[in-house]
């Protein structure tokens, strides 16, 4: 799952360090802002992920309720990507205007949103079959979609942006391709489940599925945590574009960066989702602390680890990542607050997989609504004096107190409902 994760923000880093020797900052900029509200809209819908694992994982001894799942899962996923498509569109247009984007970057990123809108359907099925896959255990399929689909994504990346010239766009269309290959890849991972609710009826399958108003609410709950995490991260984007386009190109390349350690770190959430999600099916509480305190253990190591070599490999990094001057000296001169983050955000990933294996999904919502609301932005308009800073202060406190409020929550909505009913 490690592995899996880091070619997820490796395509990140990809498409910023092609565009950031573009020599000009307004493709960066634009790519920033645009994948900042993509992401509010895809990963808004993350929650076909989280809530399929958490499922899977309970159901995975029951075949029938497992292939029920999984059908439910993607009929819900194409749903919600027809409205995606039909409705995106306008919902970008305003977006980028709340995001304070300028009018040099306007036509740049509304170009780069109109093109991955198409991608919908594909992205959010892929979630759903990935999310299935994790919670069987499964997760050598979900390596090779990610690792497919990003490969594929990043030589298309070269290809059209530095071959075709085609700058943003180039990117857009590279992902919108490599997105509908992964989807095909996926499908052909569950075919064996798919072909045999074909066979034998899929109205058996989809009866013997989970309670549809609990599977519902649940990713209700997830879906509502989703949409407060990404709005902290598009707050972020937002109050960054606001202090110049150069700045915004420079927090873009440190929110890259930090993505790097923080999908690397979820695979040990990710173990912890379908590892919590088998103890708790089987009330095993015994196994249960054992997988949290393996992860834990696992998880604080390489949060270590990983803010030391971002410690001693800065200079590298950022030659990497741009050769603009006055984008790399931004970010040189802000790129201490990347250095602690994954130690800062390492609990809050692990108790995620924790609690969404246990599917405990009204807890993750009112922790991520607190911090949102109590934390970071009051922390963000009394630092406000301290620009950048400032900024980077209030989002690096409010993933402490993500981690910190599920901690405090954890024994009495997980350990002592071990004997709770999973759906």
Known sequence: MILANLSVPLLGLVDTAILGHLGDSRYLSAVAISSSLLAFLYWGFGFLRMGTTGASAQAQIKTARSTGLLLKALTLSTTIALCVILAGQQLGYIGLKLMNTSDAIQPLANSYLHIRLYSAPAVLATYVIVGWLIGQQQTRWPLIIAVATNILNIALDYMLIVNFDLRSNGAATASVISEYCGLALALWAVRAPLIEAYQ???????????NAKQFLSSNFQLFVRTAALLFSFAFFTAQSAALGQNQLAANAILLQLMMVSAYGLDGFAHAAEALIGESYGRNDRVMLIATCRSCAKYCAVTAVTVSTGLFLLKSPILSLMTNLPSVSDLASQYYIWLIWLPIVCAPSYLLDGIYIGALKTGAMQWSMLLCVCVVYLPLWALTQQWGNHGLWLAFSIF??????????LFGRNILRQTQAKSF
């Open 399 to 408: 993933n402490l107190a993500r981690g910190a409020s599920l901690a405090f």
């Open 200 to 210: 034998k009826g899929a109205k058996q399958y989809w009866i013997a599925g989970p």
